[in-house]
């Protein structure tokens, strides 16, 4: 179903980069805990990621991602992930994380 470039544009996707990145074992599927910061306006939030396939935690580190900040927060568990990091299917079925291909200002906006 196509949508409207108004729709779109209702999405804020922003450049954020990972702070630190922990297990979530609480979690129903194997997933990290990520905190992400956005930079100025949006500050750092916290995220539930399902990496574990294709990363290990310790090298998300400071790593650039892209997350959806203006969904509502959601209950994972125990916790409330206030942002969507974006990924896409790799080859058996982990995810991928979408990331700029090249360094880009924190906070930036997709268009």
Same mark, same amino acid.
């Given at each position: ?6 729709? !779109? ?8 980069? +990972? ?5 979530? %074992?609480? =979690?129903? &599927? %194997?997933? *990290? &805990?990520? /905190?992400?910061? !956005? ?10 990621? /399902?990496?574990? =396939? *294709?990363? $290990? ?7 650039? #991602?892209?997350?959806? #900040?203006? !969904?509502?927060? $959601? /209950?994972?568990? %125990? ?8 990924? #896409?299917? @790799?080859?058996?079925?982990g995810? #991928?994380l979408?990331v ?5 200002? +924190? @906070?930036?906006?997709? !268009?």
């Amino acid at each position: 179903m196509p949508i409207s470039f108004d729709d !779109f544009e209702k999405v804020d996707i922003r450049v954020g980069r +990972i702070l630190s990145a922990e297990p979530f %074992p609480e =979690a129903r &599927k %194997p997933a *990290y &805990k990520l /905190q992400i910061d !956005f930079g100025e306006g949006i500050g750092v939030k916290k995220s539930s990621a /399902q990496l574990t =396939a *294709y990363y $290990r935690a310790e090298e998300l580190k400071d790593r650039l #991602v892209l997350a959806v #900040v203006n !969904f509502p927060p $959601r /209950q994972i568990g %125990p916790m409330m992930s206030e942002v969507l990091t974006l990924g #896409v299917p @790799g080859p058996d079925g982990g995810v #991928v994380l979408i990331v700029p291909e090249r360094e880009a200002p +924190i @906070g930036g906006r997709l !268009f």
